[in-house]
């Protein structure tokens, strides 16, 4: 039963049976072993009555039904306990939400935004300062999307990375972020519907035309998440995966330097390119 | 007195003898409802059919048999063929054949226009499915057609026909039963006093008079988004997507409880029979109805917790959630206590009551760790959402629908179906369902979206399990029908007029089979001859 138990799986292994406990700050995980055990608690309890029932009130053995077919007491308690259930898993459940709707206090921004079938990141500011120009699109890469095509005849089992299957779970570049910083994402939906999920993160949210949506992350531990879009998007859904890499902190800011560096020298180059062709821009 | 208008006319006559005139122009309740549940079986299969498809494409990691964007069409049909076309017409079906056998009337109220509504839905669904074989293929932006994936397609203009289609089907059903159960009830028939069942369908009209008009609301501003340069749903142009998703689920979620309530009432009925034992508490198993079919409207949102809402929204739609599992549970405390202290018998439709109870329960703790908007965060959108509405409607309601054709059939056909034969299909699917259906919990919990037509080899030995599972509940279901062929042409067991021992209710009193017309005369109610309400409280 090791996969049932609580463990934090960056991502998917096989047999896996329950709910990874997530890497970052905010993670649903509790919340859900609690209503699992409540529920598994219950239905021991209600099950475990229609059994004895089904055992010792037969026919074959010889019982005879009885004639009473109300009870006010039992159906009191009946209707009082679960009340009281749910308030106490509302309770918890109300804690986690508010938690979960405050994307206040971030340090950084990123902004998410869904296409059939790829996303595209923008990093827009970084510890109270504006990010120039850092963004990109990800979409599934290579070696999936070519053994994904239908009758390729390319084996899937042999997509991996570092002893790991990342059979339509890699993108061509992933998303890097630095650990022990609140995270502020802003997810918008380029086309149609997607949904941005990383379960290692702890939720999803939609990515909608014409709606800006905000979530946040705080992740602990370096390492790298993979996740999938969650809302049907059209014939490529299931091939547009999301991978986070978490670095430390110093590795991320020069890695930003290094993008940002690259962003200018880019725009150096259309510049230059744009020169001869003096057609007045905007 | 109402004897002597009866007497002034002979109204005895059979069925008509041509096939076009009985069927095809029929206004006898038995005739319809033996028309709607034919028609839902064969819609069982074509949607099942669709299933098999989804299950052999999920075998093993790899796109092995079709293209993504058929998976998308097969999972869309999938949905809109099961809902519209094998659950809610088996239901109608069931309610024409005994809505006015159990309240002593002698048809419908509106026998024409039962013949419409029925015959509306050949015709719509030969529209939808037609759409696969067009260029351009069908509908493949999942059975919610959310926008703006939806209006990708190029069958919108087809699909939403059809579900008008279906939509005015549905309405006028409802209607019908409205109008029998109000004003057809035999006399001392009263409203606390009539089956579960009849009060379940009572209720499940008035939910579907309430919100099939805003599905066609909702579908129609599609419509013209696609083709009139309208902009509801564009944000482009200034609408809103999300606001696509309000509506549809303010219908969406009401209706999922339209194919539940009558489940109830169909447990509601056998298991008294098969305990011989009154049904515990039944004016609380009526409110319990009632508070469940009020609280649908008010729930909606609890199926876009992802969508970004404010948090009071979200706060709000998860509490009135919860609040369902108050009278859900009332409603399976009661059927448990109906068992306590009788005297038990395992017929097959006992059987497929007793897993109903067990597995829709299964089904609803699920929905109630859906309601938990944070956990809801991680469900939303994935197999565990998958597991969990095919508990509610396979487990539920499907089962419900099966439990009912057993319970009820001795008295369509006048024959008993084969009791060994029955009990293999019932053993056959109740196995096969749950190694179907429960490991797509764990692949939901593993991080498995819904609606992928190929996934990561960390999922892959759970689907190939649940495939498994899927051909063998599917080949179980060809043993369910040879039990009805077998039971309406070549069964030699004549079937008693109580055809169960415990069997209470007025649908008993009349012959099996129960002939053309039935209480042309309304007949005396005798309390102690019915199911319920009969015993002081």
């Known amino acids: 039963m090791a996969l049932f138990g609580g463990e934090a799986w960056a991502n998917p292994v096989a047999n896996q049976m329950n709910m990874t406990k997530g890497v970052s700050e905010w993670s649903p995980y509790a919340m859900h072993m609690v209503a699992l055990w409540v529920c598994v608690v219950i239905g021991v309890l209600v099950f475990g009555a229609m059994f004895i029932a089904m ?25 009082v306990v679960p009340v009281i259930i749910l308030i106490f898993l509302a309770n918890l459940a109300t804690g986690g939400l508010t938690t979960f709707a405050d994307t206040t206090g971030a340090d950084m921004t990123i902004k998410v935004t869904g296409y059939q079938w790829k996303w595209r990141y923008d990093y827009v500011d970084y510890k109270g300062k504006g990010v120039d120009k850092v963004g990109f699109v990800s979409k599934l890469e290579e070696s999936s999307d070519r053994t994904r095509q239908l009758k390729s005849n390319l084996d899937p089992e042999k997509i991996q990375v570092e002893g790991y299957n990342t059979y339509l779970l890699d993108v061509d570049k992933p998303l890097v972020v630095p650990v022990g910083v609140k995270i502020r994402f802003i997810i918008v939906g380029g086309d149609v519907i997607h949904s941005w999920w990383v379960p290692a993160l702890g939720w999803k949210m939609d990515a909608i035309p014409g709606i800006a949506n905000a979530a946040w992350t705080n992740i602990k531990e370096p390492g790298v998440y993979r996740g999938q879009c969650a809302e049907l998007c059209g014939q490529d859904h299931g091939f547009m995966p999301i991978v986070v890499k978490a670095v430390p902190k110093a590795e991320f800011e020069q890695w930003l330097a290094t993008q940002e560096d690259e962003a200018k020298i880019q725009k150096a180059a259309q510049t230059a390119q744009n020169a001869p062709a003096p057609a007045p821009q905007g | 007195m109402a004897h002597a208008a009866t007497h002034d006319h002979d109204d005895h006559h059979g069925a008509p003898k041509g096939f076009f005139q009985r069927w095809v122009m029929s206004t006898n309740h038995k005739d319809i409802g033996t028309l709607y549940l034919i028609f839902s079986l064969t819609m069982f299969f074509i949607g099942g059919a669709f299933a098999m498809v989804i299950r052999a494409e999920l075998f093993k990691p790899g796109m092995q048999l079709v293209q993504p964007y058929f998976f998308n069409e097969m999972t869309t049909m999938h949905a809109l063929v099961m809902i519209f076309g094998a659950i809610m017409p088996a239901f109608v079906g069931l309610a024409n054949w005994m809505v006015p056998l159990m309240v002593g009337a002698p048809d419908m109220a509106l026998p024409r226009m039962n013949n419409l509504s029925f015959w509306i839905l050949p015709f719509a669904f030969f529209m939808l499915l037609s759409t696969l074989f067009m260029p351009g293929g069908g509908p493949a932006g999942g059975w919610t057609m959310y926008p703006p994936l939806s209006l990708q397609g190029e069958s919108v203009a087809y699909v939403i026909f059809a579900i008008h289609l279906m939509g005015i089907s549905s309405i006028m059903g409802a209607i019908n039963i409205i109008a029998t159960i109000l004003n057809m009830r035999a006399p001392g028939m009263d409203l606390l ?38 902009n509801f749903f564009n944000a482009a142009g200034g609408g809103d997507p999300v606001l696509f998703q309000h509506i549809f689920w303010f219908f969406g979620h009401p209706e999922v409880y339209i194919m539940i309530l009558p489940a109830f009432g169909i447990i509601s009925e056998i298991i008294p029979t098969f305990a011989r034992k009154p049904i515990f508490g039944y004016r609380a198993m009526v409110f319990a109805i009632a508070s469940i079919a009020f609280l649908s409207f008010i729930v909606w949102a609890h199926h876009m917790f992802a969508v970004g809402l404010p948090m009071g929204a979200e706060i709000f739609f998860m509490y009135a959630t919860m609040l369902i599992a108050v009278p859900t549970g009332v409603k399976v405390f009661n059927w448990v206590s109906t068992m306590w202290g009788g005297s038990m018998t395992f017929e097959t439709p006992m059987l497929f009551s007793i897993a109903f109870v067990i597995l829709f329960t299964i089904g609803g703790f699920s929905g109630l760790m859906l309601a938990l908007a944070p956990a809801d965060f991680q469900y939303h959108d994935t197999y565990f959402v998958v597991a969990h509405f095919h508990y509610v409607l396979v487990t539920g309601a499907a089962f419900s629908i099966m439990a009912a054709a057993y319970y009820w059939i001795p008295k369509w056909s006048g024959h008993m179906y084969s009791e ?24 939901g919990l593993a991080g498995m979206p819904r609606r992928i037509p190929d996934y990561n080899v960390a999922f892959a030995n759970f689907n190939m399990i649940s495939s498994i599972g899927g051909f063998w509940f599917g080949a179980s279901q060809l043993i369910f029908l040879g039990v009805i062929i077998h039971c309406v042409f070549f069964s030699k067991k004549k079937a008693a007029d109580r055809s169960w021992e415990g069997a209470k209710g007025l649908e008993w009193t009349v012959p099996s089979p129960a002939p053309f017309h039935t209480f042309d005369v309304p007949p005396v109610i005798h309390d102690d001859e019915l199911a319920h309400g009969n015993t002081d409280h």
Not at chain 2, 207 to 221: D, F
């Open chain 2, 193 to 230: 006093k009539m089956p579960v069942f009849v009060w379940s369908w009572l209720i499940t009209a008035f939910l579907l008079i309430a919100v099939m008009p805003v599905l066609a609301g909702a579908v129609t501003m599609l419509l013209t988004d696609k083709y009139f340069h309208t």
């Open chain 1, 55 to 79: 055992f010792r009130f037969r026919k074959s053995r010889g019982a005879v039904a009885e004639k009473w077919a109300h009870s006010t007491k039992l159906e009191v308690v009946w209707t």
């Open chain 2, 420 to 443: 060994t034969w029955g009990k293999i299909h019932f053993w056959s699917s109740v196995i096969s369902v749950n190694v179907l259906f429960f490991p797509q919990h764990f692949l």
